[in-house]
Nanobody, 115 residues
């Protein structure tokens, strides 16, 4: 099993940048798909970006061109570089690891973008 801990959230003005990091412990992440989700108050949890174990990347349409997901299997980390942030990006961001028989979440990190 893989446990996840996120960091890097905070308060930033619109147009600013943040870099979220997710550190895994336990098993290697090299064979698993990794992703970032977000959930705003009263809304569902949405997929923001996913990077498969093979390196295939997908993004939520509204973050394309602004966010970049990356992974370092040796360091067991997954990062989300967020640029040109908008108030509508404000949410709790969660890291996720998905295997054939499990899906684990981190505790989340709050991102708040002020206008």
């Amino acid at each position: 099993q893989v446990q996840l801990v996120e960091s890097g959230g905070g308060l930033v003005q619109a147009g600013g940048s943040l870099r979220l990091s997710c550190v895994a412990s336990g098993s290697s992440i090299s064979i698993y798909d990794m992703a970032w989700y977000r959930q705003a108050p009263g809304k569902q949890r949405d997929l923001v970006a996913r990077i498969t174990f093979g390196g295939v990347i997908t993004y939520l349409d509204s973050v394309k061109g602004r966010f970049t997901i990356s992974r370092d299997n040796a360091k067991k980390t997954v990062n989300l570089q967020m640029n040109s942030l908008k108030p509508e990006d404000s949410a709790v961001y969660y890291c996720n690891v998905r295997g054939p028989r499990f899906s684990n979440w981190g505790q989340g990190t709050q991102v708040t973008v002020s206008s």
